[in-house]
C-alpha cells in the first residue's frame, strides 16, 4: 500500500506541476496579446492622425494658392470671437466648422473616438494647428494628441509663402 500511495503523491505533483506551467503560460499568452492589441489601436490611432493632419496641411495649402488669404477679416473685426481665424484658409474653416479658434494663430479641431469632428466637451483627440508670419512665410505646426494621456500622436510642419496680391 506504502507503493501505490507513493504512486499516487507523484501523480498528484505531476499535475500540480502541468498545471502551474500551463496557468503561467497561459498568463504571458494573455499578455502578449493585451500588448499586441494596444499596439493595434496606437497604430490605428497614428494612421488617422497622419491622415487628419495631412487633410489640415492640404485645405491650408488649397486655400492659400487659390489666394484665400484667411476666412474673411472684416468678420474678425466685428466679431471678437473670429479674431483668430485671419491665419486659416476658409475651406479649413468650413470643413471643421465645431472647431476653437478663439486664439489668434490657434486652431483646435476636437475628434471622438471614431475619429469623427465634435465639440471639445466630448473630444478624445485634439488637433491643434499654431500659425505663425514669418519673412513673407506662414509658418503652420499641426500636432494631434491624445487627451487623456496628453500624449503627442503625430506632429506636421508646414510653410506657406503669402501670395503677393497685386495693387490695381
Not at 474653416?93 to 475628434?111: F, I, N, Q, R
Not at 510642419?157 to 497685386?166: A, E, G, I, T
Amino acid at each position: 500500500m506504502n507503493r501505490s500511495s507513493s504512486r499516487q503523491s507523484m501523480f498528484l505533483m505531476e499535475i500540480i506541476i502541468a498545471i502551474l506551467f500551463f496557468s503561467l503560460v497561459s498568463a504571458v499568452c494573455l499578455r502578449i496579446f493585451t500588448g499586441a492589441r494596444q499596439m493595434s489601436q496606437d497604430t490605428g490611432n497614428l494612421h488617422r492622425a497622419v491622415n487628419q493632419a495631412q487633410n489640415a496641411a492640404e485645405l491650408l495649402t488649397y486655400g492659400k494658392t487659390r489666394g484665400g488669404e484667411a476666412a474673411s477679416f472684416e468678420a474678425s473685426e466685428q466679431d471678437p470671437g473670429k479674431a483668430g481665424e485671419e491665419h486659416f484658409s476658409r475651406e479649413l474653416l468650413l470643413e471643421y466648422p465645431d472647431a476653437d479658434v478663439s486664439s489668434p494663430g490657434e486652431m483646435l479641431v476636437y475628434y471622438d473616438r471614431d475619429w469623427t469632428p465634435c465639440k471639445a466637451e466630448d473630444g478624445v483627440f485634439c488637433m491643434r494647428i499654431d500659425a505663425a508670419e514669418s519673412d513673407g512665410l506662414t509658418l503652420y505646426r499641426i500636432d494631434v494628441s491624445k487627451l487623456d494621456r496628453d500624449e503627442r500622436i503625430f506632429s506636421l510642419d508646414l510653410k506657406l509663402h503669402r501670395p503677393v496680391r497685386p495693387a490695381f
